[in-house]
Structures are given as structure tokens and as C-alpha cells.
């Protein structure tokens, strides 16, 4: 028998997963449970304490919920934080004062901004524990990655922020990006991305056979993260204009992006550029053409229920623009999945377990 599969309870690490009755909360259980060095002690979330995994989701698992406050830090190695905006500190504080280096994957907006002004230019509150802010590291896994396996804290990106950023990473690193214009991003997702709350715009009879353009207008809450880590790559400002759309699909993300470039490329050399970035990447594919691709333009399809993002590229004819389509489920990259992949390369693992 494999040495890996035959690990003794006592021997794996440990996790608790806070918020385990939303959309996010449940991939996050369903992939660990098949994690090989995992075990879940802790599922908690406050309205649902008492019942188990299977009076809320469609599952055989019989996982027992409980409240936030009777898990007990000194039992654990590492937590997962899918929890309402604002409510990560309480946690954070738990561990920081056990003086245990448990770890923290949150999947909250709380850590993500370097400024806790800018948290509350874009969420409309004031930000209650800026002080952890520098403790926590960025969860983009293909750029952070050293960053991360020296965290103890990361803060796991938007899924919208996700597919943006991978999406012209290659361009800006390589400063091929005119920033002269905004970088346009027009981005469709599914409805989890809403997560799972009562809410009229989320009726069947409203999404269904509907396409709902929301929050547009430089004010979506995502703008601001996007242009943070862009600002990073490009050691410049850039701006971009971002307009979002609730498409009537249960999950998965489609962002298209439109930039100008310095000089015109054909779409063989961008293609070139971003397969050479990302080749030894696992979890991000490149569409070239080269290798049959229908069209070789990203789709909704090819990242469903994966840790996937898959991009393409196309130049415009006659012009100095490109267009790059960048595709990920919004519950796997944009949120469970690479949280576990983060979760991967801090405690060592191989980052591809638990995800394939």
C-alpha cells in the first residue's frame, strides 16, 4: 500500500474550515476530503451549528457543523476563512494570541488591500484590524508562489481579480502594455459567484435566459484589488475600466480584455509570450492553435469544476490592440481551489493535490 495513502489520522494536518454552509465553504470541503495529508476536525458555520454537511448540501457526507467560537486553535495546523466580509479578525486574533503558527487561507476581501483606507474606499467600512494587514500575503499563486511558502497568513484573491490579473500578467511583466489606456475588462459569471444568499436578482425567473451588467462604472468593489497588483507588475499606475456580468450559469468565469500594446504583434508571437510564462505552470493552460484547439479562444467549458485557468490571445487586425479571453471556475481557482493550492505550497505539499 502506498506510504501516502496509508498516513495515520494523527500524522496529517489538521484544518478547520469556517463558513462551510456557502457555495465556496462546501468546494473547500469537498476538495479536502480528498485530500491525502488532510484531515478536517472543524466545519463551522454560525446559522447552520448543529446540523451536518448533508442537511445543507446535497452530499452522502455527514460532516457535524459547529459554531465558530467551540473550535479550539490549539487542535489545528491550518484554517480556511470563507466567511462575510469583516468577520476574518475574530479568528485572526484567536491565532495570533495562541502564539501557534496555524496557518490562514481567508477567502474574504479583509487582507487583500495593502491599505485600509483603500478597504474603505471600496467596501464602505472602515477596516477593523488593519494592523494584520502586512502580515498577509497576496494568494496568487503563480506570482506570490515563494511568498506564500513563507507565510503564515494569505489572503486569497477575488475570482474576478484572479482571471483578470493572469490574463495580462505576461504582457505587463514583459512592459508591452501601452499604459496610456485603460486596460478594459469585461467579465461574465456565473451565479455562485453571488454567493449563497436570499436575494431577488438571483431568482431563477430573474437570471434565467438574462444577461445582468451590475456594478459598472469604475465602482465594483474588485477594481480597486485589480489595480494593486497590476500596479506591482507594472511598477506603474494602471487603470482599468471593469464592467461585470451575472450570466445565467451556476459557475465559471469568462473575463475578455482589451489593451493596447507598444507596437503591433501577431497573435502567434503573444501567444509565444504568454505559453513561455506560464509553462511550468500546472494550473494555467495556454491556447495557441498549435495543438487543434476549436478556434483556440478560451471558454466557459474548459475550467468547469477544475483549479484551471486557461487564456488566449488574439491580436486585432490593423491595429496596436489585442484581445486576451481568460477563463476560470469562480468556486475552484476563483476561490476553494486555490485556496488549497496556497494551502499546498505553504505546508510543502505537491501543489497539485487534492486538485486533480
Not at 150 to 168: D, E, K, M, S
Not at 301 to 316: F, R, W
Request: with cysteine; net charge negative; glycine share 6%.
Amino acid at each position: 500500500m502506498d506510504k501516502e495513502m496509508s498516513m495515520k489520522e494523527s500524522e496529517k494536518i489538521r484544518v478547520a474550515i469556517f463558513g462551510a454552509s456557502g457555495y465556496a465553504g462546501y468546494e473547500l470541503y469537498r476538495i479536502l476530503k480528498k485530500h491525502r495529508n488532510v484531515y478536517i476536525s472543524y466545519l463551522t458555520a454560525e446559522t447552520s451549528a448543529g446540523k451536518k454537511i448533508d442537511d445543507i448540501f446535497p452530499t452522502i457526507d455527514d460532516g457535524q457543523i459547529v459554531r465558530n467560537e467551540d473550535v479550539d486553535i490549539n487542535d489545528l495546523d491550518a484554517v480556511f476563512l470563507s466567511l462575510p466580509h469583516g468577520a476574518a479578525k475574530s479568528v485572526v486574533e484567536k491565532i495570533v494570541d495562541s502564539n501557534k503558527r496555524v496557518r490562514i487561507i481567508d477567502l474574504s476581501a479583509d487582507y487583500r488591500f495593502d491599505d485600509a483606507d483603500e478597504y474603505e474606499r471600496w467596501y464602505g467600512k472602515k477596516h477593523t484590524s488593519p494592523d494584520f494587514l502586512d502580515d498577509f500575503v497576496y494568494g496568487l499563486t503563480e506570482i506570490n508562489r515563494e511568498a506564500i511558502y513563507r507565510a503564515q497568513f494569505v489572503a486569497n484573491p477575488g475570482c474576478y481579480p484572479t482571471a483578470a490579473i493572469l490574463g495580462v500578467y505576461p504582457l505587463l511583466r514583459t512592459k508591452l502594455i501601452d499604459l496610456s489606456e485603460p486596460i478594459i475588462i469585461d467579465a461574465k459569471s456565473g451565479v455562485t459567484g453571488a454567493g449563497r444568499k436570499a436575494d431577488v436578482r438571483y431568482l431563477f425567473a430573474e437570471v434565467n435566459e438574462n444577461v445582468s451588467p451590475y456594478n459598472i462604472g469604475y465602482v465594483h468593489r474588485h477594481t480597486g484589488e485589480i489595480e494593486q497588483e497590476l500596479k506591482k507588475v507594472a511598477n506603474a499606475d494602471v487603470k482599468i475600466i471593469f464592467s461585470p456580468h451575472l450570466v445565467p450559469v451556476t459557475r465559471g468565469m469568462l473575463n475578455t480584455i482589451y489593451v493596447k500594446l507598444h507596437h503591433e504583434l501577431p497573435t502567434s508571437e503573444l501567444a509565444h509570450i504568454f505559453s513561455k510564462n506560464y509553462e511550468n505552470e500546472n494550473f494555467v493552460k495556454v491556447l495557441t492553435g498549435l495543438r487543434g484547439e476549436s478556434e483556440a479562444v478560451a471558454t466557459f467549458q474548459h475550467t468547469m469544476n477544475t483549479n484551471l485557468c486557461v487564456i488566449s490571445v488574439k491580436k486585432v487586425e490593423n491595429s496596436p490592440y489585442a484581445i486576451v479571453v481568460s477563463s476560470i471556475d469562480n468556486l475552484g481557482k476563483g476561490a476553494a481551489g486555490q485556496a488549497v493550492q496556497n494551502f499546498n505550497v505553504m505546508f510543502g505539499l505537491d501543489e497539485s493535490e487534492g486538485l486533480l
